[in-house]
């Protein structure tokens, strides 16, 4: 996966939000966690109680999401810098030699 299709899947917490209060408690499908969505839909909310934690961790949870995305982005960008310092590397190598 590359950079560009990582920062896609950022997620907002407001958007989160959003999809928990008017979209049916679907704030799990929105992070792509569909498992735990489904099972947030068979329980209705784990009867309420569950819906009730969630309202106030959602934020939470979208920071993680988001974190786990940033990890990735950071992998990536360092392979990047890596690969670009052995090309200048290489360059500087081959030039010196003619």
Do not use: P
């Not at 560009?4 to 792509?32: C, E, M, N, R, V």
């Not at 009867?47 to 990536?76: M, P, Y």
Request: net charge positive; no cysteine.
């Amino acid at each position: 996966m590359n950079k560009h299709q990582l920062q896609s899947q950022i997620k907002s917490t407001g958007t989160a939000y959003l999809f928990f209060l008017f979209i049916f408690g679907s704030h799990y499908a929105y992070l792509g966690k569909w498992g735990t969505q489904f099972l947030f839909w068979l329980t209705a909310g784990g009867l309420g109680i569950w819906a009730l934690i969630d309202l106030f961790t959602i934020s939470g949870k979208v920071e993680r999401h988001n974190a786990e995305i940033f990890q990735q982005i950071d992998k990536i960008e360092k392979r990047e810098r890596e690969d670009d310092q052995a090309r200048q590397l290489a360059f500087i190598t081959a030039a010196k030699g003619n």
